[in-house]
């Protein structure tokens, strides 16, 4: 069974920045692709960025330029750099692992205060 846990989350203030981690009870080389989610309070999830086995990457447009997506294979854990915060940014992460099977984190609070 597959175990994905996050860590990082937190309060602070606008323009701050925040670094999530993602570890992985499995070789992280064994899912084709890891991303990040968000899940604001009355809103869907949705995807912050995504990495690939290749290492490419993607990111929401709301996102470009302020967050890093990255990944550290001989710790299994996928990482989510976060600058510029801002109140928008609020909301539950969620990492997210992708194989035969999609597989979720418990999910790490972030708050931006303005």
């Known amino acids: 069974q597959v175990q994905l846990v996050e860590s990082g989350g937190g309060l602070v203030q606008a323009g701050g920045s925040l670094r999530l981690s993602c570890a992985a009870s499995?070789?992280?080389?064994?899912?084709?692709?890891m991303a990040w989610y968000r899940q604001a309070p009355g809103n869907e999830r949705e995807l912050v960025a995504d990495?690939?086995?290749?290492?490419?990457?993607n990111y929401a447009d709301s996102v470009k330029g302020r967050f890093t997506i990255s990944r550290d294979t001989a710790k299994n854990t996928v990482y989510l750099q976060m600058n510029s915060l801002k109140p928008e940014d609020t909301g539950v992460y969620y990492c997210n692992a992708q194989a035969f099977h999609i597989y979720w984190g418990q999910g790490a609070q972030v708050t931006v205060s303005s």
């Open positions: 990495i690939t086995k290749s290492g490419s990457t």
């Open positions: 499995g070789n992280i080389f064994s899912f084709h692709t």
